[in-house]
């Protein structure tokens, strides 16, 4: 009886106690990796979004920048609106023909105006500001989007779009200035 005991004393093993402690613990982790799955899963989408509102965000600004930087001169400026002459490549001002290439551009006044969730860009003859507005941007929380400098007869043009922050805190911003390099043409 005595060798018979001895072996199998001597296996190696788990008791019932150390599989239960196991599989507990084993369970909480696994609820706590399914846990962040599951939250980054739902958060995936607003990120997404906020990302694609940036992208497009730095791509009206530069939009933006770059026709202000073409522009002669600045004929309207506030906070929410910058008004202002510049050449343009369309068959007729406000219109969506494109000029041949051979064909030389046309003086034309372009508006750009924001409210507290959009932008738009109107483009009429340089005399009027009469036009079509067309929407060329949304989702921003403020309509003091531009500064100025000098403030009374403005050659540079500063562009700030504020983007509600998805946690709530701060606004995120993009912003870019130009001067307008033409400006010496119209007067």
């Keep these: 009886m005595g060798p018979t005991w001895r072996s199998a004393r001597s296996e190696a093993g788990f008791t019932l106690v150390e599989l239960l402690v196991a ?23 607003k990120i997404s979004k906020q990302a694609q509102n940036i992208t497009t965000a730095r791509w009206v600004l530069e939009r933006m920048t770059r026709e202000i930087r073409d522009g002669i001169a600045i004929k309207e400026a506030t906070p929410s609106k910058v008004s202002f002459e510049s050449y343009v490549r369309h068959t007729a001002c406000g219109g969506t023909a494109m000029l041949p290439s051979a064909s030389p551009s046309i003086k034309c006044r372009v508006t750009f105006e924001c ?11 340089p005399a009027t500001s009469v036009g079509t507005p067309r929407q060329i941007f949304s989702g921003i929380d403020s309509s003091q989007v531009f500064t100025y400098v000098p403030e009374n007869q403005p050659t540079y043009v500063k562009v ?26 119209g007067y």
């Design 23 to 45: 599989s507990a613990m084993g369970v909480v982790v696994m609820g706590a990796v399914a846990s962040l799955v599951i939250s980054a899963v739902r958060d995936q989408p």
């Design 160 to 185: 700030t779009l504020r983007l509600p922050n998805p946690r709530g805190t701060g606004a995120l911003t993009v912003s870019n200035g130009a001067s307008l390099r033409n400006a010496t043409l």
């Design 115 to 125: 409210s507290t969730s959009a932008c738009s860009r109107t483009e009429s003859a």
